[in-house]
Each structure stands twice: as structure tokens, then as C-alpha cells.
């Protein structure tokens, strides 16, 4: 068994996570795991909504809802409402569910009539009228089900990531991760590249057989030391800054986020048990700090009160290796694809995950290194291909941002051409995203609900009326099935006030 000695550099929620993902996979290898972080060096403190991937990470750590989603503030998550981002008549709100085992009676009812749609004939094919999780949302309900309702729903979360982060250490350290507050400020490397030790403000030697990157933008080894270049998606993604402001919660909870089109971006709203979390995700290209934050504030309607804006940086791409000589990066500092789908911890779930399995296959050794990275770099890719379909097929035409987001030159990988070509032509999507094998990052329920929710169809006005055979479904026996299902789940107030 191998006996071998990790540093996690960084305390911020990737830390923590990735530190717990080794600890469960290894700690019993004798592999011994040092977290440190610098007091001076605050987290980011933002990042309040997940996917359903941390369902899995808790499960597998064997952490109960009951005992984490109080501490931190959490709710539960049914999907994303969009508003604003298109114009399309009827299209101007849409909502990416979360799935449910309830869909599966009619999602190829929904393929069939978005199908039908783009070759030219009117038939309902918004993502809203098909799928459980946007019931769900729509009524304030959380995602479980009475214990007599045999049927899963999946479903993600909101936080408040301080306390999240705050949970893990204690559960990382419970766990025996060792814990040191240190600043770094400097690495010495062998003569073969490899990292010997970290060396700290005040000369203290940190040494260690590998070091796990979590120093979030920082990037302190990877970047600083290492100098692995860095793969800028900013002429693809234009945002690179955001501001956010607290509010009091909500009195009747909401299960799902909302992201709203802004003149310059988009603007979050989570709902928490004890606040609501909003933010604005914009370009400096476009918009100085200063009128973000008066935009925001006049969505909030607090334009003159008293409360803190908090401002962020951000830096949109990734590493063009993740693991790289023996020190691998997560987080912030492995790249950031911006938080509009809420995708960067399920990002730190998969590297922490893949590079366990990879290490472990490859004995220990660097022998999976260029696998581990091809893979990585591939849900980085396949993730951002996703996001900026949002923005490349926005039909606002307010602000020169969304034009030229609309109009973005720069565009697009070959994955993304045959995705936009297949859907313009009225072809089988689902067979499309199977042949490019993209489906893992997104499947063909959210590439569907993305660009119909856009309203990627044909100008309302030629719509034909459809033929017998495009009739598959009765839209009004689906919002009857859904409406009796939806009577055996509670409203998020009841079900967190009742646990
Ligand atoms: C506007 C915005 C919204 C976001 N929304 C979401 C979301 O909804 N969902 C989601 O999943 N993600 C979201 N994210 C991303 C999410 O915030 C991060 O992925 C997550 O918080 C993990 O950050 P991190 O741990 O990598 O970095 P950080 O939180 O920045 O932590 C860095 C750590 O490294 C330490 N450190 C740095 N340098 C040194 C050094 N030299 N010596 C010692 N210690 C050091 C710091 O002390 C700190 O502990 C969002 C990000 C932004 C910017």
C-alpha cells in the first residue's frame, strides 16, 4: 500500500471538497493529507448554487441532508428559470429542469414536437409544459416526495458557501486531515521539474509527494510556480466581473435559481432559509462596476439603501493541464467557465474523482496523466459549449453586449456548428449529440430545453397547422398528470421547517 504525503494548498470550498475526496479514497492507505490556507488570503465567498452532483459527494461521504442543509442555509434546487434572455414571442422566460423519473413518460413527446416545430408546423414545444421539475418550481415545492410516491426527482441545492465551507473543515478534520494557516509564497522544484516543497511568508518548509492546487484565482502553484499556460475562453464568454448584494429571504421559498438578462449580463437570485443571494455577471468591456451595481440595485430596488455590494473578478478558461508534474488543480485555479449554469463544484467533484481513479490505475504514477487531462479538459469544453449557446442565440438587441454576443465571430467549435446546423435543419438532435459523445456533458434534455426555450423556431407567423401524424400529445393530459403528481410533494417552507 502506498504511504504517501498530499498538500492541499487553499481552504476554500474546492479545498475542501477535493481534501474530503481524497481523504475518503485514501486516508486508509496510510496517505497522509495537509490543508493549508492563508488567513490573509480571504475565499471567494460566493457560489451558492450546485447541480445534482452534490447530492453524490455527500451520499458518497455518507453526510445526511438533515444534518449539512441546516447548517449552511441550504434549499433545495428543481432547475434554473431564464428570463429575458430572448424576445421570441412566448419564449421570453424558460426553464432548464433538473430531471425527473415522471419525464420520461413525455420527453420524446417533447423531442418530437420541438422537431416538428423547427420544420415549419405549430405545435406546442416550449420546455415548460413537459417537464415535472418546472411544476415543481412553479409551486414552490421541494423535489421529495411523500414515501408512498415511488418516484425520483433530481434535484441540486442552494447554500451559503461560507458555512459550506466552514462544514467541510470540520468534517475534514474529523475525518484526520491535518490543518495549517500558512501563506505561501514560493515553491522550490527538484531538477526535474517536480514541486520538492512549499516555502511559507515566515520560511516555514512544507514537503510533500504531491500538492493539490486549490488557491482559487491565485493559482499560486499551477500558475505561479508551474507556469501551465492557461486556455482564455474570454473572447467566447465576454463576462469577467460580478456584484452582489444580500437581501432579506424570501417568505415563501422558491426551489429553483433565477437568471435574469440584464443590459450588460445576468443577474442571479438564490433563495436561502435566512437570505436571498442575488448577484450581476457582467463584461468591463461593456459596463463599469459603478453602473452594474446602480443596474443592480434598481432591479433590487435598493438604489439608495444602505446595504453592501460586493465586488468580484473573474477570469473565464482553464489550465491546459489540470494535473501537471506531480500537482494537480482544482477549482478556481484549474479555470472557471462563469456560474450561469452553476456548474463550477460539480467541476471539483469530477477532477478530485477522475484523478482518483487515474492515480489509482496508474499505480501512483504519472502513468494516466495525459488521460486524466484529455478527460478534463473535455467536460471544460463540453460545459462552456453548453453555456455560450446562451448567449450566441440571445435575440435581444438592446445593448451592443448582447449584439455582440449574438454576432461573436470568434465562435465556435466544430462540436457546436454540427449542434446549431442539426437543429436549424430540423434533424434528430439526440442522434446528433450521440455521435459527438457530448451528451455527458449536457444531455439532449438540456440541449433540447436550451434552444427551444430560446425559441429556435421558425417565425411565428409562418407556422403552419399540423398534420395529423406531428399530433402526438394532448397537451392538457400531461398538465393533469403532473398537476395530481405535484400533490404529493410540500412547498420548500414546510418540508425544511418540518426536518
Ligand atoms: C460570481 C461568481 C459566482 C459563482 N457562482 C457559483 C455557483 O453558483 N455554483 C458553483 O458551483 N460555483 C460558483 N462559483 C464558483 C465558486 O465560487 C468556486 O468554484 C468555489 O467557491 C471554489 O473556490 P476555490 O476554493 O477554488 O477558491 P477560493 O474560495 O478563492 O479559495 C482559495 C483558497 O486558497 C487560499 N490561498 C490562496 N493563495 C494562497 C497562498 N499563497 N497561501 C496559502 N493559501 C492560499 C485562500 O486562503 C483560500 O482559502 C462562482 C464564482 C463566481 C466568481
Known sequence: MPNKKIIVLGGGTAGWMSALIFAHAWIKKEFEITLIESKDIPVIGVGEGSTPALKTFFKKLNIAESEWMGQCNATYKTGITFNNWSTKPGFESYFHPFPSQLDDKFTSAFYFNTQVRRKGSDVVAHPNDFFFAHYLAKNNLAPIADYNFPFET?????????????????????????????????????????????????SQIFQADFFIDCSGFNATLIDKTLKVPFVDYSNLLFNNAAVAISTPKQTILKSETTSSALKNGWAWKIPLTNRTGNGYVYSTDFCSPDLAET????????????????????????????????????GLSQGFIEPLEATALFLVQQTAAIFVDEFEKGQFTPKNQIIFNANINQYFDGIRDYIVTHYKTNSRKDTQYWRENAANPHLISDSLKNIYSCWGKGENLTAQLNRQNVDKYYTSMSWHCLLSGMGLFPDSTTLQRPQPHEVQIRMDSIKAFYSRCALNYKTQNEFLEKR
Open 154 to 202: 433530481e434535484y441540486g441545492y442552494h447554500f451559503d458557501s461560507h458555512l459550506l465551507g466552514q462544514f467541510l473543515k470540520n468534517k475534514a478534520l474529523a475525518m484526520g486531515i491535518k490543518y495549517q494557516q500558512s501563506k505561501i509564497s514560493s515553491a522550490e522544484l527538484k531538477p526535474d521539474g517536480n514541486i520538492k516543497h512549499l516555502i511559507s511568508e515566515d
Open 295 to 330: 443596474e443592480l440595485r434598481l432591479q433590487l430596488n435598493l438604489l439608495d439603501a444602505d446595504v453592501e455590494a460586493k465586488h468580484l473578478k473573474m477570469r473565464v478558461g482553464r489550465r491546459e493541464s489540470h494535473w501537471y508534474k506531480n500537482c494537480l488543480c482544482i
